[in-house]
Each structure stands twice: as structure tokens, then as C-alpha cells.
């Protein structure tokens, strides 16, 4: 078999320098060396190899790589971080004993490593424009968070006010002996509003350019072009999964399970996958539950679990409203259909439903 002959090199990726270390049918380590992460270093560390299975971690530059070893006639196998314990949880940590430990388990069975599918470098491009506009939106928000602390710290407060309101509205609620400091602060917010006002006119022409298919998405209340670009850039290829249901799954919306004899227990979720993403269907889940988003199949089925009562029940319906978000998205995109906001009058209690 082929798997029997070929070489099997682990490479442990590190920002400046990467450990290699080749297996060779029988098992026995054949070489280990170190070469620069660079494209040059690489190139000529596996240019002239036979074509090998490589077997690497998921990380900063596991994306290029990949590619350029792909590019190189090499099998590449990317390997789930979360899966691999006996690297995370080792006692003997090196750079040499981690590729060693890469190369065995992809020369054992590839399976174990939960390989991933990195994405394109063009859909990388235009992720680029959602992660710098969240980077801004983070950055304006602990900017006003800290003029709203510096002025309760002085014994004032500022009126409640949307976050692209929030210079015009509060400045003159600002004790003047705060003026001075502040008003630095204030100009950047006005900036960072202005910079994300031109992110949002960006993302519009992309959606409409290249991702005709979010407007499908769209049609659900309180998903807007981020959330849609977002959902279409993160899976990229809607037909990978075969089941719409493994959306949730997929984006680290399902319980955690542990399972043993007569006990079952469903636990907190997995938050696997795509944290922006997951950050994004839970806001919309929080709009659709919300006293703004009109009245839907989802948003039935979310009180109807808001209702068992208390804050945690809460917090679960709108998890669960996400997961099911998630499923309905990609449902929309394979089947091109209209958006049905109520299918039904009544729904039957969501028992399996758990957040």
C-alpha cells in the first residue's frame, strides 16, 4: 500500500524557524531538521522530495503552507488542534518530539487528526475586510466604554446613546475639567465611526459583487451583510456538509455530550469552529428574541424556551435560536428558496432543543 511506502513527515510550524521529522515506511525516523518558515526555505527543503505525506497543526501559517506544499505535490493533512492531546497535554514538550508525535499519528491514521480544510487565499482576501472592521468595532467600543468610566469615576454620567450617536449625543454632558483629556479620545471615536461607515459601503459592494448568494440569507430578519458575508466566506463550500444540521456543529453551536452507561449528560457548548461567526448568529438570535424582531417560526420556537423559566433558560434560547439560525442560513443557500418567516400557528415543544 501506498500508505506503507511513502514518507510521513511531521512538521511542527513555528513563527521563524519549523521542526521536520520524516518517518519512513517502517516507522523509523529517517531525518529531523529545522529549516526557516519562510517560502524560499521551504521550497527548497521539499522541492525535490517524492511526494510525502505531511502532516501539520492548524495555526497563523498553516493556511500558506499547506498551499505551497499542495503546490509542491506533497498530500498535506492539517490537523485539529483540539484533537491532538497527546501534543497540548504532553509532558515532554519540544519542537523535535512534536513533529515526531505529527508524523506517527498521520502514519497511524489520519482520521485521528480530524484534518481541516483551509480556505482559499482569495477567500482569506476578503475575509480580511469583516476581520479589520471587527478589530474597529472593538476598538471604538473600549473607546467609549472608557470615556463613559472616566466620567463616572468623576461623579457624572453620560445619556444612553447608540455607539455611532455617541460623540454628538454625550459631549456635552462631559464635566468640563474632562474636557481636555477627552476630547483626544472623543476625535478617535468620531474617526473610527467614519472608517467603519466605509467598511459597511466596502462590505455591500463585495456582497453584491462576489456573493450574490447572501441575499438569500438576507431575508432573515436581523441578519445583515456582515452576518451574511461572514456565514458564506466561513463555510465557502455549503455542499461539504451533507446535512444542513451540521452547520451547528460545525460552528461549536452543539451541547458538549459525555455519555457513559445509563448517564447522558448534555453540557455547555462545544465552541468549536469560527468564533466571529458564532459571535455574529448569537447577536442575531438576541435581535430575533428581542421586543424589534417581527414574528417568526424562530422566534416562537425560542420563547417557547425562554419560558422554562429563569435567566438560564434564557441564555440557552438564544443559543439554541443561533444553532438553528445556523441551519436555516445554509438551508437558504443550497435551495435558493424564498424565506417563509411562519410556517406554521403553532409549534410543538422543542423537547431535544437544549442549549
Known amino acids: 500500500m501506498e500508505q506503507s511506502t511513502r514518507i510521513t513527515i511531521g512538521m511542527d510550524l513555528g513563527d521563524r524557524y519549523s521542526q521536520l521529522c520524516a518517518l519512513d515506511g517502517e516507522g ?11 517560502e524560499r526555505a521551504l521550497r ?6 517524492s511526494a510525502a505525506h505531511v502532516v501539520m497543526e492548524a495555526g497563523t ?14 498530500e498535506v493533512w492539517v490537523a485539529n488542534p483540539r484533537r491532538v492531546r497527546l501534543i497540548s497535554h504532553s509532558d515532554r514538550k519540544s519542537d523535535r518530539h512534536d513533529a515526531e508525535t505529527l508524523a506517527r499519528l498521520g502514519r497511524m491514521d489520519p482520521a485521528l487528526l480530524r484534518p481541516i480544510r483551509h480556505r482559499s487565499a482569495e477567500t482569506l482576501a476578503d ?19 472608557h470615556v463613559r468610566s472616566a466620567v463616572k469615576v468623576a461623579g457624572g454620567r453620560l445619556p444612553s446613546s447608540s455607539t455611532a450617536a455617541f460623540v454628538r449625543k454625550v459631549t456635552e454632558a462631559i464635566p468640563e475639567r474632562l474636557r481636555a483629556p477627552l476630547s483626544p479620545v472623543l476625535n478617535q471615536i468620531d474617526a473610527l465611526t467614519a472608517a467603519l461607515h466605509h467598511y459597511e459601503e466596502q462590505l455591500e459592494a463585495l456582497a453584491e459583487a462576489k456573493y450574490p448568494e447572501t441575499a438569500c440569507l438576507r431575508q432573515v430578519a436581523g441578519v445583515g451583510v456582515v452576518t451574511s458575508l461572514a456565514f458564506v466566506l466561513t463555510l465557502e463550500d455549503p455542499h ?18 459525555r455519555q457513559s452507561g445509563d448517564m447522558d449528560l448534555q453540557m455547555r457548548i462545544t465552541k468549536a469552529g469560527d468564533r466571529e461567526l458564532r459571535r455574529l448568529l448569537v447577536q442575531s438570535a438576541h435581535y430575533i428574541l428581542g ?42 443557500w443550497v435551495t435558493g428558496e424564498v424565506y417563509e418567516p411562519v410556517r406554521s400557528t403553532s409549534l410543538p415543544t422543542p423537547e431535544a432543543a437544549t442549549a
Not at 523509523?28 to 519562510?38: C, H, I
Open 240 to 257: 461539504r456538509f451533507a446535512k444542513s444540521r451540521a452547520v451547528g456543529s460545525y460552528l461549536g453551536l452543539r451541547p458538549r455530550q
Open 44 to 49: 527548497a527543503a521539499f522541492g525535490a522530495r
Open 28 to 38: 523509523e525516523a529517517v531525518e529531523e531538521v529545522r529549516v526557516r518558515t519562510e
Open 127 to 145: 475575509r480580511e475586510w469583516l476581520r479589520a472592521r471587527a478589530a474597529l468595532v472593538a476598538s471604538r467600543t473600549q473607546l467609549v466604554n
Open 61 to 74: 501559517h498553516s493556511p500558506w503552507v499547506s498551499r505551497l506544499l499542495e503546490a509542491l505535490g506533497h
Open 291 to 332: 421586543p424589534f424582531g417581527p414574528d417568526t417560526d424562530l422566534k416562537r420556537f425560542g420563547k417557547r424556551l425562554a419560558e422554562r423559566g429563569g435567566k438560564a433558560a434564557k441564555k440557552r434560547a438564544v443559543v439554541a435560536v443561533a444553532r438553528k439560525l445556523a441551519v436555516l442560513l445554509h438551508r437558504l
